[in-house]
């Protein structure tokens, strides 16, 4: 169970008041065998609080099996959870009434991953922007037709040209802002992206998280993002939680969530991007995560990231590591959390890259290099541990910033 | 903290690329490949070139429509009827273009193979997975069963399955999407084929497993020599784990160059937008991203220049009629380009207004 | 239009090629939907506007001395039945009966067992199986049993046939629309709508009703031929259109007891049958296409 032990984060904000403050939240599906009998419990969302703040965007990251989706869907009401509280704007979503939810609804709306499987397909676009304020409001047809118009405009889809389109007549990202239309259309406290811009081409994912942030200034509106990778968020978030097998393994700013991360998940979720700086052309090469990922059905006892964790010591099996906040706002859940890597920043790397004129440094796998560029680095720099970490748990381990932690099986 | 630390992929590829003996195990000469729908021809490739070695990898880069798919599918063979391929493509001393479907079931699988992007359809779910490696396996050779199931474990233990005895046995819904994705590769390395296509082969997996499964595929290119194709749109993918890179717009190449040289001198507006687009470290949160307008053109219809001329804020009349060839204008670098990026010229593009939705 | 067309999905989806090659695919989707149209409508036309326009015999009532004879014969144009009725005009008017009943069981069949099944799929958990359970147990009964039972409270007659058929097309039906229907309520914008706060009534009638309607109507086309046939069986048992109004069911189960001595009077009806069953096949097939493809 990860709950926070100190108190409440920080708001990132000067605001002190959250507009959607989930608590304790558990989402458990129960899997049937063949005639109906109960077969095991699929332990989705354990246990999993956190706040969010007017005008920020929370990026909620996880890969498959981490819960995020089914996260999301019990914050939205779809799927009840089997416990805890989603308090939004000042009303416990859990104990309202039908009716009352649906008010609720009015204020929170989602976009889906799949934009055409969001949209009915026999729908023209003008009646798909319309329907929340069919269902919501009591505006006269003339009026919904206003506001259609207007919304079209605001995604940047020109009305005359795509009012009266159905589906199958518009691209990708084309179906994807008139899911945003259709989400903003009743000006909504909070608008949750559900994997969003996942399946839309990189040239449009950029279109659409402009879209995105456009919204948020001009609307002043509040966004759960949720993505598989951090690469993904990382643009459009003020904080983010990194969700693990149901549980919150790290939340905080996303700067610092980039910068230092104290969890070892989080550390292997950037490690195992394939990151390319598009000005210097220097590409990183992924660090793979070794072992596979424990099933949700069965998670392990202790930290359920121990398995793969190349940390892992006899405690994280025994006893649950809960939520500590290492900086205002910065909390993980880890026995044996990452340090902070001091002043080691992006910055620094490139210019002494540029200083020495070297644009492309090579670093033979076999090597076990104390540095990536060389000696020019920022002699602060803690060196590197050789694979002798466990005995040593509050030494730095800086996967990836080696060619020694691709074998991180050996470290275990 | 995620540094910008150069892991560039071999530190001895530099050298080994202009090594005579590399050998080419595939050279593909101006492929086409046209669609004939309801009386309209869309032209999916057009013009492909590009030589492939052993042990090497190649990363065909582009986005949705681009024809990278249509382009390795032709090789195969996968194509439906209403497709026309011309132009050549030698897999050693055999001509792949305009085989028969006799031949082509002997070559596929056997000397050059293919891995999907989605290992839960192109798994039988209702065979074990062993099974279906032992197929694969007799497919190609004269192994008789018992054999055949040894070399499938055999298999099975070399793309890192764990436990691989039991997983023999076991059914495609048992696994994970990155254990699916082994035995895939496992199914597709059966014959050893001098190539292996990996068509998206990991994009519909977790950035961990996906990690793991390049990982794998470039140790296994290490051992066997296999030479491959990887179909993709992340261009991080491929700075990490390819060779050599070539970056497709409207079916044809725009870009060729080894990853070294093409992402640190990226000449053509086309890859330098899709750079532009991916969010990186140093971007500053909540600024907007530079990005292109437009979308890309229809195949069926053409313009006559630079098919990406209309979205290309160096578009001039030049390149809207005539197109510019694709040239070796520096060693190395191949691009298709009439006012490439080139060091000392007009360097950022001009952030066009994103809302120019067409 | 065009981009859907030139995904890379798209393209590498084979296309069904005309028997002549891509140039005649076009036209042969024009000619597989509107020949059979009209050959519908013009049948249509000929059933039940035929014999009020045109000059022909009463189906019944013909005398013995008439019997037999061959098609050709004045004013009989394809020759007379064994009770010596023309058997043009009771191929015309059972032709109405026979399409008055397949259209009314598919019909209801669509309106009933679509709703029930729509309903059924939508709101899932226990009231789903409890519906599914009840139409099971309709199923299980042995279809002569339920249908000899009404029969015999009932009377036969051509409204009771109906009535009767129906019984099996309502739950065939809804079988077929829970199961499109619960594939709908993956899709995401089901859970839009609810969050646009729409209510029950608009999710089913606009949102989950035009997506299943082309698969219920798809299957009413390939239930006529069902049915009709289904109708001729019953004639047998004694039930269906009673004699001597003619259905080309009856017809055929009549004539099939002579078959060797006139062949020619099994022909006639199965060949209407064949061809109005052929007919509405191909429409049903095809119509999807044509709708959706506008």
């Known amino acids: 169970m990860t709950t926070i032990e100190t108190t409440r984060p920080q708001p990132v904000s000067a605001e002190p008041e959250p507009i959607m403050s989930v608590q ?36 909620i990251v996880g890969e498959t099996g981490s819960g995020k989706s089914t996260l999301a869907r019990a914050i939205i009401g779809v799927d009840r959870p089997k416990s805890g509280v989603v308090r939004f704007l000042g009303r416990d979503l859990m104990g309202l009434s039908k009716r009352d939810l649906k008010r609720a609804r009015k204020d929170i709306q989602m976009v889906y991953q799949d934009p055409f499987g969001s949209l009915n397909p026999r729908w023209r676009v003008e009646d798909v922007v319309a329907e929340p304020l069919l269902g919501h409001t009591r505006m006269g047809r003339h009026e919904r037709r206003e506001r259609v118009r207007e919304l079209l405009d605001l995604v940047g889809l020109n009305p005359d040209t795509y009012a009266r ?53 001009e609307l002043g509106l509040s966004y759960v993002f949720i993505a598989h990778d951090l690469a993904t968020v990382k643009q459009i978030s003020d904080r983010v ?34 990151g390319l700086d598009p000005e210097t052309g220097i590409a990183k ?21 121990r398995t793969r964790c190349p940390r892992a010591q006899d405690l994280c099996a025994e006893v649950e590591p809960r939520l500590v906040e290492h900086e205002p706002g910065h909390f993980a859940s880890c026995h044996f959390p990452l340090e902070d890597p001091a002043t080691f920043s992006v910055e620094s790397l490139r210019d002494s890259i540029r200083s020495t004129g070297t644009a492309a440094t090579v670093v033979a796998p076999d090597e076990g290099a104390p540095g990536p560029a060389g000696a020019d680095i920022d002699a602060d720099e803690p060196s590197p541990e050789a694979p002798d970490v466990p005995d040593d748990p509050d030494a730095p381990l800086l996967l990836g910033q080696t060619g020694e932690a691709r074998r991180g099986t050996d470290l275990l | 903290m995620t540094d910008l630390a150069t892991e560039t992929r071999r530190p001895e590829t530099i050298a080994v690329s202009s090594e005579p003996e590399r050998q080419p195990v595939l050279t593909v000469r101006d492929l086409h490949v046209t669609f004939s729908r309801a009386g309209r021809r869309i032209h999916a490739v057009n013009g492909l070139s590009y030589t492939l070695r052993a042990g090497r990898t190649l990363a065909i880069i582009g986005e949705s429509g681009s024809g990278k798919s249509v382009s390795v599918r032709a090789l195969m063979g996968l194509l439906p009827p209403s497709a026309t391929v011309r132009g050549s493509a030698l897999l050693g001393d055999t001509e792949l273009v305009g085989m028969s479907d006799r031949a082509m079931r002997r070559i596929r ?51 890192r399955l764990p436990a691989p005895e039991r997983r023999y046995h076991e059914y495609p819904h048992q696994l994970s999407g990155g254990m699916r994705q082994r035995v895939m590769i496992a199914i597709a390395l059966a014959a050893n084929p001098k190539v292996l296509i990996a068509d998206e082969a990991t994009t519909a997996l977790d950035v961990t497993t996906q990690a793991q499964i390049m990982e794998l595929l470039a140790d296994l290119q290490d051992r066997l020599g296999t030479a491959v194709i990887m179909i993709s749109h992340d261009l991080g993918l491929a700075a990490s784990y390819a060779h050599e890179v070539l970056v497709m717009y409207a079916g044809q190449a725009v870009e060729h160059a080894e990853t070294n040289t093409l992402f640190r001198n990226v000449r053509m507006p086309y890859t330098k937008a899709l750079l532009g687009a991916i969010p990186q470290l140093t971007t500053v949160p909540h600024s907007q991203l530079t990005v292109i307008g437009g979308h890309p053109p229809d195949l069926a219809a053409l313009p006559s220049g630079c098919p990406f001329a209309p979205r290309c804020n160096r578009a001039t009349e030049k390149c809207r009629l005539d197109k510019p060839p694709l040239d070796e204008h520096e060693p190395g670098h191949l691009y298709a380009c009439w006012h490439p990026y080139l060091p000392g010229s007009e360097d950022e593009p001009v952030p066009v207004d994103e809302e120019t939705v067409s | 239009m065009a981009v859907t067309e030139t995904t890379t999905k798209a393209l590498l989806t084979p296309v069904q090629p005309g028997l002549f090659g891509e140039r005649w695919a076009k036209w042969r989707r024009r000619l597989v939907v509107w020949v059979p149209a009209g050959f519908v409508i013009l049948l249509v036309a000929l059933c039940f506007l035929g014999p009020v326009v045109l000059p022909i015999p009463s189906p019944t009532g013909g005398s013995i001395l008439d019997s037999r004879l061959p098609p050709g014969s004045p004013g009989h144009l394809l020759g007379t039945d064994v009770d ?41 958990g226990k009231p789903d ?43 065939a039906v809804a079988r077929i629309s829970r199961a499109a229907t619960m594939r709908l309520m993956q899709m995401p914008f089901l859970q839009a709508a609810e969050l646009s706060g729409s209510p029950w009534w608009r999710v089913l009638l606009r949102h989950i009703a035009p997506n299943i309607t082309p698969q219920l109507i798809n299957f ?16 047998f048992l004694g039930l269906g259109v009673p004699p001597p109004a003619p259905s080309w069911g009856n017809m055929i189960f009549q004539a099939q007891q002579n078959m060797s001595a006139t062949p020619l009077l099994v022909l006639w009806p199965s060949l209407a049958l064949l061809l109005t069953v052929l007919a509405f096949n191909l429409l049903g097939e095809n119509v999807r296409d044509e709708l959706s493809g506008r």
């Open chain 2, 109 to 159: 699988g056997n000397d050059i193979s293919m891995i999907f992007q989605d290992p839960a359809r192109s798994l039988n779910p209702t065979m074990s997975i062993g099974l279906q490696i032992t197929e694969a396996i007799r497919t190609h050779s004269d192994l008789d069963k018992k054999a055949a199931a040894d070399r499938a474990v055999e298999l099975l233990k070399l793309v």
């Open chain 1, 241 to 274: 939680a990194v969700m693990h097998l149901g549980q919150l393994a790290e939340i905080g700013p996303a700067e610092e969530i980039y910068r230092a991360p104290r969890h070892p998940y989080t550390k292997a979720l950037l490690d195992s991007i394939p």
């Open chain 1, 24 to 59: 304790n939240l558990v989402q458990e599906f129960v899997t049937r065998g063949p005639g109906g009998v109960k077969a095991g419990v699929v332990h989705a969302v354990s246990d999993v609080s956190f706040d969010l703040f007017p005008g920020e965007t929370l990026g």
């Open chain 3, 129 to 171: 199986t409890v519906i599914m359970r009840a139409l099971d147990v309709l199923i299980a009964f042995p279809s002569l049993v339920i249908t000899i039972v009404i029969a015999q409270m009932l009377g036969p007659s051509m409204w009771n046939t109906i009535l009767a058929l129906t019984a099996f097309s309502i739950p």
């Open chain 3, 220 to 235: 009413a086309m390939l239930g006529m031929g069902i049915v009709i046939v289904t109708e001729g069986a019953l004639s």
């Open chain 1, 285 to 305: 090469r992924p660090v793979p995560l070794a072992g596979e990922p424990p099933s949700p059905l069965n998670p392990p006892s202790g930290c359920r990231f």
């Open chain 1, 165 to 217: 389109r159905r589906p199958m007549e518009l691209s990708g990202g084309q179906a994807q802002r008139v899911a945003i239309a259709r989400a903003i259309a009743l000006n909504p406290a909070l608008v949750i992206c559900d994997e969003a811009i996942s399946s839309l081409d990189v040239l449009i994912q950029a279109q659409v998280l402009n879209l995105f942030e456009k919204l948020r200034s």
């Open chain 3, 84 to 124: 010596g009725n023309d058997v043009f005009s009771r191929l015309l008017y059972g032709g109405r009966s026979s399409l008055i009943i397949a259209v009314s069981v598919n019909v209801i069949g669509i309106l009933f067992g679509g709703l029930v099944g729509a309903v059924s799929g939508y709101l899932g």
